[in-house]
C-alpha cells in the first residue's frame, strides 16, 4: 500500500471507528472544525467528543484529491455517510503530517452541502 493509499485508508477509519483509532493517528494538537453545535475542537476536546458520539456505519467519498507536499499530505474530497436512515454529506479536508511515530492527522474540516 502505497502513501497515498494509506492516508485514504486512515481517513475512512476516521469516519467509522472510535476513541482507540483517533487516539493513535491523531496528532496531540490536532484541530477539527465541525458543523456547529460541535464548532471547533483541538487537542484532548476532540477525544472527548468521539467517545461520547455515535460513529458511522458506512462512508463514502467523491471528488478525491490527494496531494503531497514535504511532510505532509493533503486530502479533499465529498463525503456521503450513513448511520441507521440518517445520512450526510459535506465537504472535507484533512491534512497529515509525517512524524516519528508515522503519519499523524494534524487537522480536518467538514462544510455540510
Not at 58 to 70: L, P, T
Not at 85 to 103: I, N, P, V
Request: net charge negative; proline share 4%.
Amino acid at each position: 500500500m502505497n502513501i497515498e493509499q494509506a492516508r485514504w485508508q486512515d481517513e475512512q477509519r476516521f469516519w467509522l471507528e472510535g476513541p482507540a483509532f483517533y487516539n493513535d493517528k491523531i496528532a496531540e494538537d490536532a484541530v477539527m472544525v465541525l458543523p456547529k453545535p460541535t464548532g471547533i475542537l483541538c487537542g484532548k476536546k476532540i477525544l472527548n467528543v468521539i467517545e461520547k458520539g455515535p460513529r458511522w456505519e458506512s462512508v463514502e467519498f467523491e471528488d478525491e484529491i490527494a496531494m503531497r507536499h514535504g511532510s505532509a499530505f493533503v486530502l479533499a474530497y465529498e463525503a456521503h455517510a450513513k448511520r441507521g436512515k440518517d445520512t450526510y454529506r459535506a465537504l472535507c479536508s484533512s491534512t497529515y503530517c509525517e512524524a516519528d511515530e508515522g503519519w499523524k492527522l494534524i487537522a480536518h474540516n467538514q462544510v455540510p452541502v
